[in-house]
């Protein structure tokens, strides 16, 4: 699976939009990419996934540039409880294993 | 529905003691990964189960280490003559299939701490 970039933190204001940036330059054709966060003290969690098209959820937006080599997960509107590592994988179609995590962002969201 | 468990929440242990630690995955999942967090560090891959299929032990550190599955249920991680490096959280994930697009779902982890 190709490796992905992200900012060791980002600070954000409660209630306001966050902007999560994730490259990943060496992307294959059919690396699909996943997004989970970690909150303190707890497992991992599933955020969004894509692969060309953006897309949304309830938790949050995945923005895929046109040449697929960076990604951006939004909060449209950050809460306290979404403090957390956000951790930006890539896997690849013909991946059927584990997901690879690299050190991710760690948010922080203020009051 | 019920999630992914985790037994125990926390074990403390004597270096060169043996654990066994326990993973109860989502009814229907075929696929079960365990993986391993230091403090302060990311997630690393140990081993995954996929149905019927040989396990990927590629992640494993060392012959210390070693896990099991019955059927498409309960799973054991096992390691033995425990060392201080081995104190972390063991995080066990399941899917409904091993895809490029499954969602994992993490339990809670077990914290291990070797004295």
């Known amino acids: 699976d190709a490796k992905t970039t992200q900012p060791n933190s980002m600070e954000s204001n409660e209630e306001e939009p966050v902007h999560l940036p994730c490259n990943h330059s060496?992307?294959?054709?059919?690396?699909?990419i996943h997004w989970y966060r970690q909150l303190p003290s707890q497992g991992p969690e599933y955020v969004i996934h894509g692969l060309t098209s953006n897309v949304n959820n309830r938790m949050a937006s995945l923005a895929i540039a046109e040449d697929r080599k960076s990604s951006t997960l939004i909060l449209h509107r950050a809460t306290l409880r979404d403090a957390a590592v956000y951790y930006c994988?890539?896997?690849?179609?013909?991946?059927?294993?584990?997901?690879?995590f690299g050190k991710g962002t760690k948010l922080s969201v203020k009051p | 529905g019920a999630g992914v468990s985790q037994s125990p929440s926390n074990k403390v242990t004597e270096k060169g003691k043996d654990v066994e630690l326990r993973c109860d995955p989502i009814s229907g999942h075929t696929a079960l990964y365990w993986y391993r967090q230091r403090l302060g560090q990311g997630l690393e891959f140990l081993i995954y189960f996929q149905g019927n299929s040989a396990p990927d032990k590629s992640g494993l550190p060392s012959d210390r280490f070693s896990a099991e599955r019955t059927g498409e249920s309960v799973s054991t991680l096992t390691i033995q003559r425990t060392q201080q490096e081995d104190s972390a959280v063991y995080l066990c994930?399941?899917?409904?299939?091993?895809?490029?697009?499954?969602?994992?779902?993490f339990g809670p982890g077990t914290r291990l701490t070797v004295l």
């Open positions: 060496t992307i294959s054709g059919t690396d699909y």
């Open positions: 994930a399941s899917s409904l299939v091993a895809s490029s697009t499954d969602t994992q779902y």
């Open positions: 994988i890539l896997r690849s179609g013909g991946s059927q294993g584990n997901l690879i």
